[in-house]
């Protein structure tokens, strides 16, 4: 059961945990901008505080930083040496939170996509997926193979 407390009090630790305005974040803005797509920032009224909420699509874009969000397999996720449970700990319940998020997310109708923070260095990469994305069912390119 979820009341408006509830709600509003886990925003307010999400925003805690998600620092807005992130070079990364930045960067998927302006490919998002360039594509012509209009969007609303860190959206409070929406599980999880979106880093981008195009609404009229109800597509969401959550930009993670590796780090904070767990990034399996990635480098720039790698532990810090000491207090190693207290981080464990700490990353696993920002990355269960994210998981909570996104299913709420799809339970109201949006369709997400999270863009890691090492995803964001190759905007060719980026704006491909950032396409498909919006337009999953639009005409692919030759040379890119469906997911
Ligand atoms: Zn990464």
Redesign the pocket.
């Known amino acids: 059961v979820t009341d408006v407390f509830s709600v509003r009090k886990r925003s307010v630790i999400m925003s805690h945990v998600r620092s807005k305005h992130t070079k990364p974040e930045i960067v998927v803005r302006s490919v998002l901008h360039g594509m012509g797509y209009r969007f609303g920032l860190h959206r409070q009224d929406l599980p999880g505080c979106p880093d981008i909420a195009l609404t009229r699509h109800a597509k969401a874009v959550f930009v993670n930083g590796?780090f904070w969000h767990g990034?399996k397999g990635?480098r720039?996720?790698t532990r810090p040496g000491t207090h190693v449970e207290f981080w464990q700990r700490k990353l696993e319940e920002n990355a269960k939170r994210d998981r909570r998020n996104v299913r709420r997310l799809h339970q109201l109708g949006w369709k997400t996509l999270v863009v890691?923070?090492?995803?964001t260095t190759n905007e060719r990469a980026l704006r491909e997926r950032l396409r498909r994305f919006m337009c999953p069912r639009g005409r692919k390119p030759r040379s890119v193979a469906s997911p």
Request: contains cysteine.
């Open positions: 590796c990034h990635c720039r996720a890691w923070q090492c995803q």
